[in-house]
């Protein structure tokens, strides 16, 4: 284990059964559609994510990105989302739009993200989330699909990082608070 992780929260193991059952949940509700399947991944955090979710998902696929950035660095977001990439589809309402995140925390970019998306004129827009903390909810949203909902705790790895650090650990741990205090 890394040197400034307190505690392994979710194993690579328990990441791969929790993808497992996510990846069955959207092959059942998506077989047999008209439309394309489009999963949306939120860069950066996502993209571990999205990489093992795609992999995993036996109906067609195709894969988009976007880049959103909430203002004020450091351990907190705020409500102010800025798009720094957008999706440029011209066939976006053929598509079924299932948003990749990684982390829900404030609800916020989630929140904003599914309605512009259906005001860019998606077919549908579905939101798929690795981990839920809803003890920090500030708005009223809900994800679709949840791998796991966790307590508020620094969490890093497997996509998530502090300050740009610890994307590429294969699992999700605790960050120790004498790295960020
Ligand atoms: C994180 C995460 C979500 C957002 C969740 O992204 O990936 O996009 O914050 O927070 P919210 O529910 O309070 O809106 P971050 O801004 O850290 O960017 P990153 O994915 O590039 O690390």
Redesign the pocket.
Known sequence: MHNDIKRVLLSEEELESIITRLAGELDRDYAGRDGRLVLLC?????VVFMGELMKKITVPVEIDFM????YGAGTT?TGN?HIALDINRKDIECCDIVIV????????????LSKYLTLKGARSVKTCTLLD?PS???VD?EADYVGCNIPDEFVVGY???YD?RY?ALPYVGILKPEVYM
């Open positions: 939120i860069l950066k955090g996502s880049k959103v950035s909430s977001t989302i995140e990684d982390i829900i925390d404030s609800g916020r970019t989630l929140s904003h903390k920090r909810r500030e949203f996509g998530l990082d740009e994307r």
